[in-house]
């Protein structure tokens, strides 16, 4: 199995990250309606910030953006690339005792790159609100908009230790679902496509916020970009009917 074959069974019990071209960060961060985490070699590819570190200023300073892309998200890259050339290694040796190692490896840095190219484009410098099917559903799904909002700063607010706040789309039941997850890869519910993703991580904050991170996630809501959720809304619906 050679890295690409191996990156594209991968990818279909992997996390599924999508995203409308039609978006005004598409230049920069996608392809064929999917968030481009991929080159056409099969290595991991980070795109560059949608916009210049101090876009996000107040909520986000620039120096947190400067190390949260450049070393978190960046290294999180280097790192899943490393992770699958030692499983190829591996299996192009025959010997499969470390597989296990690297396999967790993987997981844990391709959906740091996962979550964190979808975090860049959830966020723009003005305050946003629902709309649209977006808006429907999250009426249908949790009561309001408000509910929501309350229910994914609850969810985010909580995490133990590292993780992420997640509004996603379930295809199996047609719905919005808010999860928790833990590092970058666990307490996912599988098939679940992430619209909107909070990080949580001490890294995203602790410059500005210090140990505050309720402080961080209620800021986080003024420079949320639901526009850019709705449009992965979309993107989702489409690609699973
Ligand atoms: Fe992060």
């Known amino acids: 199995m050679n890295r690409k074959t191996f990156l594209k069974a991968g990818s279909l019990t992997g996390a599924v990250s999508l995203l409308s071209g039609s978006n005004a960060f598409s230049q920069n961060m996608v392809d064929n309606d999917m968030d481009k985490l991929v080159d056409a070699n099969g290595n991991y590819i980070q795109q560059p910030l949608p916009y210049a570190e101090n876009f996000l200023e107040p909520y986000r300073d620039a120096e947190t953006m400067h190390l949260h892309y450049t070393f978190h998200h960046g290294n999180a ?20 005792e470390t597989v296990d190692f690297w396999t967790k490896k993987l997981s844990y840095h391709f959906s740091s790159h996962v979550l964190h190219s979808i975090f860049w484009t959830n966020l723009t410098n003005k305050k946003t609100t629902p709309s649209g099917d977006l808006l429907k559903r999250i009426d249908k799904n949790f009561g309001s908009y408000d509910q929501l909002k309350a229910l994914i700063a609850e969810t985010s607010k909580n995490v133990d230790g590292n993780g992420w706040g997640i509004v996603a789309y379930q295809p199996c039941s047609d719905s919005l679902v808010v999860l928790q997850c833990e590092n970058h890869e666990k307490l996912t519910q599988w098939g679940c ?11 995203a904050y602790y410059l500005k916020y210090k140990n505050k991170r309720t402080d961080f996630v209620d800021a986080l809501f003024n420079i949320i970009n639901w526009d850019n959720a ?12």
């Not at 050339?85 to 010997?95: G, L």
């Not at 709705?230 to 009917?241: G, I, Y």
């Open 230 to 241: 709705a449009q992965r809304l979309n993107t989702a619906v489409k690609l699973m009917k």
């Open 77 to 96: 890259v280097k790192g899943a690339n490393k992770d699958l050339s030692m499983i190829q290694k591996a299996m192009n040796d025959n010997n499969l």
């Open 193 to 203: 496509i992430p619209l909107l993703v909070i990080d949580v991580w001490e890294h």
